[in-house]
């Protein structure tokens, strides 16, 4: 694993610890109804002050503990309520045990609607509190996604710098087969870090063993519809790197392959999301409707499988840590 990757692992377990804690602390706050608030908000400070601790500095803790914090207060101002409406047209000052057992059907239907949704939630970074790039679309992001990006982004600059700051002029930009659409036309360039350009393609009118030399200012000036510089090597969730030109030339993989690889990726990440949703139903589901609850699990364990058959049919390594 590299740098970049254990960190993001870490931050990551660590938001998704935190986000474990808050929920159980609100829904526990939400069926016991008398349950003490002010208790409640410093068991919260002091999950969301443990997850700061356990957060890398690249992924900005200050950013998402302030995420979690009022994603905290929001989930208590959605489920609270809801659960308390219900039981005040019981005239019901009973524990959440007691007000479950007298709801009817319906209602008990409509409770654990409203806790799966919650369960499957994810805590949301405002856009302004956003590190780094920005979607550049004003959305909230997923807390996961924000961090997802932010550590690459910060380890992809560091790593550019490093190489910058030598007294290399040329360069070649890594190839991998599961390259994005937006990588591709790039992946495997010789560039120099200080010819210009001549012509569109953003050639030197230079050669080095028979192959063009692309300028690099001139491909890192572009800039994509939002102004970003989001492309190749500065591109916010880009993999490749470049090293040094010591000749020959790496096997760029055929557009078909990368695109093919590309898409199994996101598969994985897509099916990893769905996984994650899921448990968070299961969670949310397991003290209104347990029967309910037992079905998603089944789900999830279906789905896991189909998560790590799909994983190994296309070379991938499964990333379990993702799904829960
Ligand atoms: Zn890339």
Same mark, same amino acid.
């Given at each position: 694993?590299?740098?970049? #990757? $254990? @960190? #993001?692992?870490?931050?990551?377990?660590?938001?998704?610890?935190?986000?474990?804690?808050?929920?159980?602390?609100?829904?526990?706050?939400?069926?016991?109804?008398?349950?003490?608030?002010?208790?409640?908000? %410093?068991?919260?400070?002091?999950?969301?002050? !443990?997850?700061?601790?356990?957060?890398? $500095?690249?992924?900005?803790?200050?950013?998402?503990?302030? @995420?979690?914090?009022?994603?905290?207060?929001?989930?208590?101002?959605?489920?609270?309520?809801?659960?308390?409406?219900?039981?005040? !047209?019981?005239? #019901?000052?009973?524990?959440?045990?007691?007000?479950?057992?007298?709801?009817?059907?319906?209602?008990?239907?409509?409770?654990?609607?409203?806790?799966?949704?919650?369960?499957?939630?994810?805590?949301?970074?405002?856009?302004?509190?956003?590190?780094?790039?920005?979607?550049?679309?004003?959305?909230?992001?997923?807390?996961?996604?924000? !961090? #997802?990006?932010?550590? &690459?982004?910060?380890?992809?600059?560091?790593?550019?710098? $490093?190489?910058?700051?030598?007294?290399?002029?040329?360069?070649?930009?890594?190839?991998?087969?599961?390259?994005?659409?937006?990588?591709?036309?790039?992946?495997?360039?010789?560039? *120099?870090?200080?010819?210009?350009?001549?012509?569109?393609?953003?050639?030197?009118?230079?050669?080095?063993?028979?192959?063009?030399?692309?300028?690099?200012?001139?491909?890192?000036?572009?800039?994509?519809?939002?102004?970003?510089?989001?492309?190749?090597?500065?591109?916010?969730?880009?993999?490749?790197?470049?090293?040094?030109?010591?000749?020959?030339?790496?096997?760029?993989?055929? @557009?078909?392959?990368?695109?093919?690889? *590309?898409?199994?990726?996101?598969?994985?990440?897509?099916?990893?999301?769905?996984?994650? %949703?899921?448990?968070?139903?299961?969670?949310?589901?397991?003290?209104?409707?347990?029967? &309910?609850?037992?079905?998603? &699990?089944?789900?999830?364990?279906?789905?896991?499988? $189909?998560?790590?058959?799909?994983?190994?049919?296309?070379?991938?390594?499964?990333?379990?840590?993702?799904?829960?």
């Amino acid at each position: 694993m590299t740098k970049a #990757e $254990e @960190a #993001e692992k870490k931050a990551l377990l660590a938001e998704r610890k935190a986000e474990k804690e808050l929920k159980s602390l609100v829904m526990a706050l939400a069926l016991a109804i008398f349950f003490n608030k002010a208790l409640a908000d %410093q068991k919260a400070a002091k999950i969301i002050r !443990t997850m700061g601790d356990e957060l890398p $500095e690249e992924a900005n803790p200050k950013i998402i503990m302030d @995420a979690m914090w009022g994603s905290y207060n929001s989930w208590l101002e959605t489920l609270v309520p809801f659960v308390l409406a219900r039981a005040l !047209t019981l005239r #019901e000052s009973a524990t959440g045990q007691n007000l479950l057992n007298k709801l009817s059907p319906t209602e008990k239907a409509k409770l654990a609607r409203k806790f799966a949704q919650f369960g499957a939630s994810s805590p949301l970074v405002k856009p302004t509190e956003q590190l780094g790039p920005s979607t550049g679309t004003g959305k909230k992001l997923d807390s996961w996604a924000a !961090t #997802e990006r932010n550590v &690459r982004y910060y380890y992809q600059q560091k790593r550019l710098q $490093e190489e910058l700051d030598k007294g290399f002029d040329l360069y070649q930009i890594s190839v991998h087969t599961d390259c994005s659409k937006r990588c591709l036309p790039d992946q495997g360039k010789i560039i *120099s870090k200080t010819l210009p350009p001549i012509d569109a393609s953003l050639w030197t009118g230079k050669k080095v063993d028979g192959k063009k030399i692309y300028s690099w200012p001139a491909m890192h000036a572009r800039v994509d519809k939002y102004g970003w510089h989001n492309f190749i090597i500065d591109g916010f969730n880009c993999r490749h790197h470049i090293s040094p030109y010591k000749g020959g030339s790496p096997e760029k993989p055929k @557009a078909k392959e990368a695109a093919e690889a *590309s898409e199994a990726e996101s598969a994985m990440r897509e099916a990893e999301r769905r996984l994650r %949703q899921l448990n968070g139903e299961y969670l949310g589901l397991e003290k209104i409707d347990k029967a &309910r609850a037992e079905k998603i &699990r089944k789900r999830w364990i279906s789905g896991f499988k $189909e998560y790590q058959d799909f994983a190994s049919k296309h070379g991938i390594d499964p990333k379990g840590w993702r799904t829960q």
